[in-house]
């Protein structure tokens, strides 16, 4: 069964880790899992990407910047929950 592949919210955004793997960057991104690998193998991903082993990972600051979220403030992690 496929996975569903909606957007992200505001708020979905806010509350991924520091980093995230490919696939979470390709979805926030509206990208399909083989374009992903393509722009990722042939150095074409819009974002930096961090490479272990055959694992990428993508800055989750960057990826918001690259979609012009902006970054919360520091100790406004509660306020973005709450509004």
């Known amino acids: 069964m496929a996975e ?13 880790p520091a980093a995230v793997d490919l696939m979470t960057a390709a979805r926030a991104l509206h990208m399909g899992r083989t374009t992903a690998y393509k722009l990722a193998g042939s150095g074409e991903f819009p974002c ?6 055959g694992t990428y ?12 979220v902006p970054l919360p403030e520091r100790g406004a992690s509660d306020r973005v929950e709450s509004t």
Not at 4 to 16: D, Q, V
Not at 48 to 53: A, F, I, P, S, V
Not at 57 to 68: I, K
């Open 48 to 53: 930096r990407l961090l490479r272990y082993g």
């Open 4 to 16: 569903e592949r909606r957007a992200f919210t505001i708020h979905e955004l806010y509350e991924l």
């Open 57 to 68: 990972r993508v800055v989750t600051a960057e990826l918001l910047e690259l979609l012009g």
